[in-house]
């Protein structure tokens, strides 16, 4: 149980782009999701929090007009990197909160911007 | 200071040995405490959860939380190579509406 996905696990686009990563939990519910970003070697850097129904809220230093982020149902939260640039390359991971406070993480997503 | 301290490694250890993490934590709120493995390009495994103080066992791991001192452990025993991989512990507060603190990760490699 408790698993969580994520599509693409990876992708190249252009600059100037914009890229969607959807993150579904599959056999559970989560009112809240979150989306982390990973540099290589370092730990995850949270993002933002989303709540099924109501704008997400975003970390100090994440811009909410280029990281869009739609949480439609309780199975299924949307990032958006809008206009893309090569500084956006990252490793991006979603999840989504179990029962008893704990999270579960999807497998990530390899964005690759040129 | 970092909220979570955690030693990034790596910590290398032969087969068979028990591997001993741990993090430090400043924030006295914090009421649950997690470890996670993840393995590169991978997304993090949730591996031990616990609820305040005490300690939980789950087959070769163990997971240790000494608030008094604001110090958790996790305990690898008998490692295998396929241990290889770096966790990360993870806490949070009651009231932090789901926000987990991580620390950095500690990168583990088990040599056979």
């Known amino acids: 149980g408790a698993v969580v996905s994520q599509h693409p696990s990876w992708v190249i686009c252009k600059s100037g782009t914009s890229v969607k990563i959807e993150c579904r939990s599959l056999?559970?519910?989560?009112?809240?999701m979150f989306w982390y970003r990973q540099f290589p070697k370092q730990s995850l850097m949270l993002m933002a929090t989303?709540?099924?129904?109501?704008?997400?809220?975003?970390e100090q230093g994440v811009e909410k007009d280029k990281f869009l982020i739609n949480h439609a149902s309780l199975t299924l939260s949307t990032l958006t990197v809008t206009s893309a640039h090569p500084e956006d390359s990252s490793f991006y991971i979603c999840?989504?909160?179990?029962?008893?406070?704990?999270?579960?993480f999807g497998p990530g997503t390899r964005l690759t911007v040129l | 200071q970092k909220e979570v301290e955690q030693d990034p490694g790596p910590l290398s250890v032969p087969e068979g040995a028990i591997v001993s993490l741990n993090c430090t934590y400043s924030?006295?709120?914090?009421?649950?405490f997690m470890w996670y493995r993840q393995y590169s390009r991978k997304g993090p495994e949730l591996l031990m959860y616990?609820?305040?103080?005490g300690n939980k066992e789950d087959g070769r791991f163990t997971a240790q939380v000494d608030k008094s001192s604001k110090y958790i452990s996790l305990f690898i025993r008998d490692s295998q190579p396929s241990d290889s991989a770096t966790y990360l512990c993870?806490?949070?507060?009651?009231?932090?509406?789901?926000?987990?603190?991580f620390g950095a990760g500690t990168q583990v490699v088990v040599t056979p």
């Open positions: 989303s709540n099924e129904g109501s704008k997400a809220t975003y």
């Open positions: 056999d559970f519910q989560a009112t809240t």
């Open positions: 999840s989504a909160n179990g029962g008893a406070d704990t999270q579960y």
């Open positions: 924030n006295s709120a914090f009421q649950y």
């Open positions: 616990t609820y305040s103080s």
């Open positions: 993870a806490m949070k507060a009651t009231d932090s509406w789901g926000k987990f603190q």
